[in-house]
């Protein structure tokens, strides 16, 4: 049995999108290319990867075991291409990226540009979006990925990517009543979102876990203490996300943001903000303001 690239990368768009559609925006191909590769990968494999409803489709449990050897494929495919095309890069790029998306998504970019341009010297600061934002709007970094739930701003939309509640397959900590919730603990965007969705549904609830960071969230799943609420693109391996068939649904439509102070010019932050936008699979004609 051989694996087709393309299918995986494929496979991987639509996985971190939930849609066919929005994976083929990624990838340049329709919505029905899109699905013909991937019932292509799916009978390659002889298993179902995904499950269809009618808001979108979820990774099946044998599409979560593909998905992480899935990325790993196709970040070196980027970052092999990336190596003969990309000049020579020398300076200081200074960036903040948050914690949803530090180990997920950015540590594969990071990682690829600081192989990929030894010569460019990389400041990262990892934690609040808020406080990254402060920092570019200051010129304290040049670049800022940023996760946006309310409020959005005008900086370069990378991706969108649904808040969803999210239980441990194991624990099933959903099917009690009242249902455990983990919330952040110092936020209104709990109240203002994440518990009124449960309200409209007219979920039972009670708080029994709160963090100030989406790992803090992560662990309180994995470990049968309660439910949370997680960014689509970040639910952890035996974990899935509590669809409309559960009794919940999506808690709000996230964009994450990149930000680039307009001063922050060079040809290494450009490569920087390049790397990154191939990271989140975008293929956006246009770049930051320089």
């Known amino acids: 049995m051989q694996l087709d690239s393309d299918l995986l990368r494929t496979f991987v768009a639509v996985a971190e999108t939930g849609n066919f559609t929005k994976?083929?925006?990624?990838?340049g191909r329709t919505q029905s290319a899109v699905s013909m590769q991937v019932k292509r990968l799916e009978e390659t494999l002889g298993d179902i990867l995904f499950e269809r409803g009618s808001r979108g489709v979820v990774l099946t449990r044998k599409g979560d075991?593909?998905?992480?050897?899935?990325?790993?494929i196709v970040a070196l495919m980027h970052e092999t291409m990336a190596a003969?095309?990309?000049?020579?890069?020398?300076g200081h790029v200074r960036i903040g990226i948050p914690e949803e998306y530090g180990q997920s998504i950015l540590s594969r970019a990071l990682g690829a540009f600081s192989k990929r341009h030894p010569d460019v010297d990389l400041t990262v600061n990892y934690g609040c979006s808020a406080v990254h934002l402060a920092k570019v709007q200051g010129r304290e970094?040049?670049?800022?990925?940023?996760?946006?739930?309310?409020?959005?701003?005008?900086?370069?939309?990378?991706?969108?990517?649904?808040?969803?509640?999210?239980?441990?397959?194991?624990h099933r900590m959903h099917e009690e009543t009242p249902v455990p919730i983990a919330l952040y603990g110092s936020t209104g965007w709990c109240r203002e979102f994440a518990l009124r969705s449960l309200e409209q549904r007219g979920v039972e609830y009670r708080?029994?876990?709160?963090?100030?960071?989406?790992?803090?969230?992560?662990?309180?799943v994995l470990s049968g203490l309660a439910i949370a609420p997680i960014s689509r693109s970040n639910i952890p391996e035996g974990c899935?996300?509590?669809?409309?068939?559960?009794?919940?649904?999506?808690?709000?439509?996230?964009?994450v943001v990149l930000h680039?102070?307009?001063?922050?010019?060079?040809?290494?932050?450009?490569?920087?903000?390049?790397?990154?936008?191939?990271?989140?699979?975008?293929?956006?004609?246009?770049?930051?303001?320089?």
Do not use: C
């Open 260 to 290: 680039r102070h307009p001063r922050s010019t060079g040809g290494a932050v450009s490569g920087m903000a390049d790397a990154i936008r191939e990271a989140f699979g975008t293929s956006l004609a246009t770049s930051l303001v320089a």
């Open 240 to 255: 899935r996300e509590l669809g409309a068939g559960d009794g919940f649904g999506v808690i709000d439509a996230s964009h």
């Open 207 to 220: 708080i029994a876990y709160s963090s100030d960071t989406s790992g803090g969230l992560k662990l309180a």
């Open 23 to 27: 994976a083929g925006e990624q990838v």
């Open 84 to 90: 003969f095309r990309a000049p020579p890069l020398s």
């Open 141 to 170: 970094l040049d670049l800022a990925v940023i996760f946006e739930w309310q409020d959005f701003s005008e900086g370069e939309i990378l991706m969108t990517d649904p808040t969803v509640w999210v239980t441990s397959t194991m």
């Open 65 to 72: 075991l593909l998905l992480p050897n899935a990325r790993r």
